[in-house]
């Protein structure tokens, strides 16, 4: 188990199995898992390679270490597994790619006003990466399980099909297959934000205004969001294949629903990018684009 730069809760999703990790503990060997067992980095280091037949990695790697336990995990692990939507896309850590390194440092640490001296701290701290990448930018994954974080059910399957050694097969169908609302096709002439009004219990949120992007979302989360009243904010990204463009599917299938005028739409989505790549704006055309950017600005100082 690895953990790069994150919040922890995808592991706190496989505790919250509770009982049901009677049936893995007794299974498997923790070879290493920083938070959890008494294992050093060295200790990671010192096994062959491929000694280890399954790995997770949890969290983006934002930092040297990050990108460093990555490939070291890569280098040892038989199977790989991404482990959340930061693992799988950058989650919404890479929307600091809106922003350069030294805006994201001044507003954190120059700036904040929860922080006295205003300076960044540098001691006995990894350095940071100009540029939040996909993981897969830098390794190959065998397994794909995003979310924020993915459910326990599912983390809790997908540990038991490795240890079976049967394939994961996961439903390709989207949120909407799961949600029990009724949907009548009905265009929508105004966006609302979501704690305006009272919603329907029992209609489609997004025919009643609400910005819900269950349609381009992968609902192997099983819909639970949505048929508990709250709008799908897309956390475990675009349907197979997981790395198309799953904001631009969500403008698009917004745009069937509001036949809206392009300059009322954008007063009324007061937050595009955090709204429809909260998730996975690393992994996007437009976050590429970014990435690229990057790269030939750092390119350019190389030389």
């Not at 997770?56 to 939507?85: N, P, W």
């Not at 269950?214 to 675009?238: D, L």
């Not at 294949?241 to 629903?257: C, E, F, N, Q």
Request: proline share 7%; with cysteine; hydrophobic share 35%.
């Amino acid at each position: 188990m690895g953990q790069g730069s994150s919040c922890w809760g995808c592991y706190q999703s496989l505790i919250d199995n509770h009982l049901g990790l009677a049936t893995i503990l007794p299974a498997i060997e923790i070879k290493y898992w920083q938070a959890v067992v008494d294992y050093k980095l060295h200790h990671l280091e010192a096994y062959e390679d491929k000694s280890i037949v399954v790995g997770f990695y949890e969290g983006m790697a934002r930092t040297e270490e990050d990108v460093h336990l990555l490939k070291l995990l890569r280098q040892k692990c038989q199977i790989l597994v991404s482990l959340g939507s930061c693992s799988c896309f950058g989650s919404v850590a890479g929307l600091a790619n809106i922003s350069d390194i030294e805006e994201c440092l001044t507003t954190k640490f120059r700036e904040n006003k929860t922080v006295s001296g205003g300076k960044v701290p540098l001691v006995n701290l990894p350095k940071i990466e100009p540029v939040v990448r996909p993981n897969s930018d830098y390794v190959d994954f065998d397994v794909y399980l995003p979310g924020c974080p993915p459910t326990s059910k599912l983390i809790a399957a997908a540990i038991n099909h490795l240890l079976t050694g049967e394939p994961l097969d996961l439903p390709p169908h989207t949120v909407c297959h799961y949600c029990a609302r009724e949907k009548k096709e009905t265009p929508i002439s105004e966006i609302l934000r979501p704690f305006t009004g009272h919603a329907d219990p029992d209609r489609c949120l997004l025919e009643q205004g609400y910005i819900c992007v269950g349609a381009s979302t992968w609902g192997i989360c099983e819909g639970q969001c949505v048929n508990k009243g709250t709008t799908c904010r897309g956390c475990f990204g675009p349907p197979p294949p997981i790395m198309s463009d799953h904001g631009a599917a969500s403008i698009s299938m917004l745009g069937t629903y509001a036949p809206i005028e392009p300059e009322k739409l954008l007063e009324q989505v007061k937050d595009p990018l955090g709204t429809f790549y909260r998730f996975d704006y690393a992994t996007s055309h437009l976050g590429r684009m970014r990435i690229k950017r990057e790269d030939a600005k750092m390119a350019k100082e190389e030389s």
